[in-house]
């Protein structure tokens, strides 16, 4: 079936800007997790979402960056007034988490360029 | 929270020799322990994980091994092939798989 996808592939924004990454997770997969990986560096976890709610938001770097998935499925996390040090990869995962079930698919990722 | 080193931050091989990788973790709360393998532009992709019940697991040419008191972890590729050429990463997650917390990598390259 599908994998995990993300749009855009790519991003361009001037500093200052708004902007919204979407994930669309594996069907049937409830749990969703967005990371942020920079250049040589391993994912840095921003949020985990257990159906429609955020059951873990303590990765996110501020109160610029926020995500929703309002009907537990498709994922967008959004970022204000964008600053350079947002330039990075986000990538989603999503998962099964049931039983013994608990792989993370990742997507292709969105490179994300602040200049 | 979680803090996962992982190192050497490169290796070189040759083919056919063994590689191994290391990781250590710093909250014994941490019962699981996935290695993923993320190739140039591509996506990071599962190889071989393991829970804290476990000591060892191994999967064809893979195996992961646990110490748990220590709080480190292992991966070793033995007779390694040019393919195995990639960026290797260590992971950590409570038993709620509420977050995950990745080492910062190992470039593999295996010579021909």
């Known amino acids: 079936g599908a994998g995990v996808s993300q749009t855009p592939s790519n991003k361009v924004t001037e500093k200052g800007k708004y902007v919204e990454l979407r994930c669309d997770p594996i069907?049937?997969?409830?749990?969703l997790y967005w990371y942020r990986q920079s250049l040589g560096q391993g994912p840095e976890f921003l949020i985990y979402?257990?159906?429609?709610?955020?059951?873990?938001d303590s990765g996110l770097p501020n109160d610029r960056f926020f995500a929703v998935r309002p009907e537990g499925s498709v994922s967008t996390l959004k970022i204000q007034r964008t600053e350079r040090g947002y330039s990075a990869v986000y990538l989603c995962?999503?998962?099964?988490?049931?039983?013994?079930?608990?792989?993370?698919?990742f997507g292709p990722g969105t490179r994300l360029t602040v200049t | 929270g979680e803090n996962v080193e992982q190192h050497p931050s490169t290796l070189s091989v040759q083919e056919g020799d063994s590689a191994v990788i290391k990781c250590t973790y710093s909250?014994?709360?941490?019962?699981?322990f996935p290695w993923y393998k993320q190739e140039l532009g591509k996506r990071p992709q599962l190889i071989i994980d393991i829970r804290s019940n476990v000591g060892e697991k191994k999967d064809q040419r893979i195996a992961v091994t646990l110490n748990k008191t220590a709080k480190h972890f292992s991966l070793h590729i033995t007779e390694t092939q040019p393919e195995d050429s990639a960026v290797y990463f260590c992971a950590a997650s409570e038993a709620d798989f509420n977050k995950f917390y990745f080492g910062s990598g190992t470039k593999l390259n295996v010579k021909p």
């Open positions: 995962a999503s998962s099964l988490n049931l039983g013994l079930t608990y792989e993370q698919y």
């Open positions: 909250d014994s709360a941490s019962n699981y």
């Open positions: 069907s049937g997969h409830t749990a």
């Open positions: 979402f257990q159906g429609t709610g955020a059951a873990d």
